[in-house]
């Protein structure tokens, strides 16, 4: 009695922490197929972080942010279904193997702010991640140790290998979907329908984070920061850069680096664009020298269009005035430019160039380079047309969107993997009887 009460908690164990596992796996595979190039970001910190990021070719953060999303769902996938359950364990524990000493490190070091395992949707602190490895590596070897007689496989032979496919196969079109588009599922403060100025205010009785964000400058060769109190208003410092830094540390709100300034003449023009009631266009670019260049028509027809209804459009980038000259040669932009942090409009949109709607310092819209409204949608005043209103998409809508698209062609395909095995069997059965 003794045995059966242990043998059966020990299944109630194994499965416990294969669900675990699986469901810890497949939610952190599509949170980084959701957001690739906000994975991609973060191996760029882990690289600067060890100091080899200039030896790492350009492409290899978006391959490794595929495959991280891919390598993951596909693990948590199989071991959910019982899928491969011979090398699907071992992987599992040679993936914690790697990750718990890795996250140990950071938890000590703290060379950046978080992992990123979980992208923008659920955000943990080093020593956090840290513990959670810890967890899941027990659960691993507990996986591992029991993998040949206690992963129960929850699929028939016949259609394993479709399922085993398609898994993989869905979660690289949707990570290239969201790469090439925007993520379907936006977690960060800068999402559709998020008000700005609401997301920079703090609590009664909070005592504010305080920033301090200086501009670099260049004259006769030589380097010097300004800050805002002392921006040079002489034409002939060329700008180069601005950081912005923590000067101490306080409650934090969730946009806390919002600041745009004028390009022209050092004016901060934040409250300007949050406070209109007029509808702005904000083309966003990180640096202009690394900004994809290709629908640079459709962005002068948006220019064309906002200046022909009365809306603001602004071009706001960390970029030097070199580069924002040289955008200006090759793409003929006749917009203004303003200035903001690097990592603000890395956050704000994941796209170079990317196009953002406000009004009422509200988000109204957003858009990658690769789907940018066209003359046709643009076709009457903003009021009038659908892009100039809130998607009403809620995330219980897009979730339910999403399964479908996973589901639906899963079903399917099953479903005539099936059929056509038993046309097979039918064939077969008839071939043998006449051959008796």
Known sequence: ????????????????????????????????????????????????????????????????????????????????????????????????????????????TAPISDCGCFGDAIILSNWE????????????????????????????????????????????????????????????????????????????????????????????????????????????????????????????????DFSIISHLDGDNLTQSILGSDKYTFLLTSPHLKNADDGNMDAINSIYDYSYEYGYNFLCITASSDEEIQIWQENTGAEYPFALMDEITLKTIIRSNPGLLLLKNGTVINKWSTNNLPNEEMLCAPLENIPIGHLNKKTITYKLTEVLGWFICPLLLLTLCDLIWLKWQEKKKRITNKHNL
């Open 1 to 108: 009695m003794e045995n059966r009460h242990v043998h059966i908690g020990t299944i109630i164990g194994v499965t416990c922490c294969r669900f675990l596992l699986a469901i810890v796996f497949i939610f952190s595979g599509f949170i980084k197929a959701n957001d690739p190039i906000g994975t991609v970001y973060k191996i760029q910190d882990y690289l600067e972080a060890w100091h080899i990021s200039q030896f790492i070719p350009n492409g290899i953060p978006y391959l490794g942010a595929i495959m991280m999303a891919v390598f993951e769902f596909a693990l948590g996938f199989y071991l959910l279904f019982g899928l491969h359950r011979k090398i699907t364990p071992i992987l599992l524990l040679l993936f914690m193997g790697c990750m718990t000493p890795l996250t140990l490190w950071l938890a000590i």
């Open 129 to 256: 991640t840290f513990w959670k490895n810890i967890i899941l590596l027990i659960a691993a070897i507990i996986v591992f140790k029991w993998r040949k007689t206690l992963i129960v496989k929850f699929v028939s032979n016949k259609v394993d290998w479709i399922i085993a496919l398609y898994g993989i196969v869905f979660i690289i079109v949707y990570t290239i979907y969201c790469s090439y588009y925007l993520p379907v599922f936006d977690f960060r403060p800068y999402h559709i329908g998020a008000n700005i100025p609401e997301g920079m205010k703090i609590p009664e009785g909070e005592k504010p984070t305080t920033y301090e964000t200086t501009f670099i400058y260049s004259k006769d060769g030589k380097e010097q920061e300004f800050t805002i109190d002392n921006y040079p208003t002489d034409s002939t410092w060329t700008f180069i850069d601005s950081k912005t830094r923590i000067k101490e540390q306080g409650y934090e709100p969730p946009i806390h």
